[in-house]
């Protein structure tokens, strides 16, 4: 693993045609700037965790929730009452007449 300091403006290669520029540091975000052929993948390190997990989980009986808490989202409105669809409710019958 080679371990680089750069500053906001300042770049590193990697190959001929992959450049990493830091384009700002705020505290401790940094935002980066990638430069790479369109058939270079770039994907942020947790979808392809949540990728792999998946692809296990299609292999093997897992859970569903186990890909959630992977995933780092929880979802509490799927265990609540589930509740009709705006619109989706029978009308109801108009007061006043009878037949």
């Known amino acids: 693993m080679l371990i680089l300091q750069r ?3 300042e770049s590193l ?8 520029r830091v384009v700002s540091v705020d505290g401790t975000r940094v935002r980066l700037a990638i430069t790479a052929p369109e058939d270079v993948p770039i994907l942020r ?11 296990d989980s299609a292999m093997e009986e897992s859970a569903p929730a186990e890909l959630l808490d992977l995933l780092g989202g929880v979802l509490d409105h799927s265990r609540e009452k589930p509740s ?15 037949d």
């Open 7 to 9: 500053k906001a403006g």
């Open 13 to 20: 290669v990697i190959g001929e045609d992959i450049t990493i």
């Open 45 to 55: 390190s947790e979808l392809v965790t949540a990728t792999a997990a998946n692809r």
């Open 84 to 98: 009709a669809a705006p619109g989706t409710e029978a009308p109801a019958a108009p007061e006043g007449k009878e």
